[in-house]
């Protein structure tokens, strides 16, 4: 039996959540529904998609995930199932589940219109049944018929010469650390050996292995598990102290070693 992940701006504070395991359970006492998180940003579509293309790959192969985001948004076109490198995903068809790879997905699915019936929930009226009964043996063509494209949002990309990469803050972490668009493959490429990170007012020429590599209070450069490379100030809020936010550019600006 397959694993349910279930990933919301639902918070912890209201019956949401309970509800829409108890949606789940009802249909499959046996399930193993795993919180990935519930304190997405409200309505933050790219923090979403940014969780859970984080850690989706960790999971088994064959796992479902259930993203609650923005169901009853006027944005939202319907919802769908998706499946990405073995992975299946429900949720709505509002651009959330577009940005979990850069890559197509193998199979999306428009769940029919009978699995549509106008509701305030979605989540546990529509999505949470879908992915109970997935995740006990049923298949997601089960449910609708093929869709040739799901919606799209197209992410922050960063810039690359020779000389220069800028990229941006796309994530504020809990510890104020700020994570960019900014690759190891696309800086270990570039790198000639002699480099900065310019970033704020601050500007670094070298990266950390670790967090504590440098004294607290101290500017650090890493890139981190996702192989992303990550700002901040050791035991310090760095998007505070730095004046720093969601967007906010980063540069890597080489120089060729002298002849």
């Known amino acids: 039996m397959a694993l349910i992940t279930f990933t919301s701006d639902f918070g912890d504070g209201d ?15 046996q399930l193993n529904i795993i919180d990935i998180s519930h304190s997405v940003d409200t309505y933050d579509i790219a923090h979403a998609a940014f969780i859970l293309r984080a850690v989706y790959k960790d999971f088994p192969k064959g796992t479902i995930h259930l993203m609650a985001l923005n ?15 073995d992975h299946i995903f429900v949720g709505p068809n509002n651009g959330v589940l577009s940005l979990l790879s850069d890559h197509d997905p193998g199979i999306i699915v428009q769940f029919a219109d009978i699995h549509l019936k106008d509701s305030t929930f979605p989540a546990k009226d529509i999505l ?5 009964k997935v995740a006990s043996g049923a298949a997601i063509h089960d449910f609708g018929g093929p869709l040739m494209q799901m919606k799209k949002m197209i992410p922050r990309q ?19 650390n700020l994570l960019t ?11 000639p050996g002699k480099f900065t990170i310019e970033f704020s007012r601050e500007s670094l020429t070298k990266l950390n292995k670790t967090y504590d590599h440098v004294e607290p209070g101290d500017c650090f450069a890493i890139f981190n598990s996702l192989e992303l ?3 901040g100030i050791n035991h310090g809020h760095g998007a505070d ?6 967007d906010s550019p980063v540069f890597i600006n080489f120089f060729p070693e002298e002849a």
Not at 183 to 191: A, V
């Open 15 to 29: 019956y949401y959540v309970p509800a829409v395991k108890a949606k789940m359970l009802s249909i499959n006492p």
């Open 229 to 231: 490379l990550e700002i």
């Open 128 to 132: 949470a049944p879908i992915a109970a």
């Open 241 to 246: 102290l730095l004046g720093l936010r969601l």
């Open 181 to 191: 668009n900014i690759s190891k493959e696309i800086f270990d490429k570039l790198n």
């Open 158 to 176: 960063f810039k690359a010469t020779r000389k220069q990469i800028i990229g941006h803050v796309v994530r504020v972490d809990n510890y104020g």
């Open 71 to 85: 169901g009853t948004s006027n944005m939202t076109d319907g919802f769908i199932g998706i499946k990405l490198e």
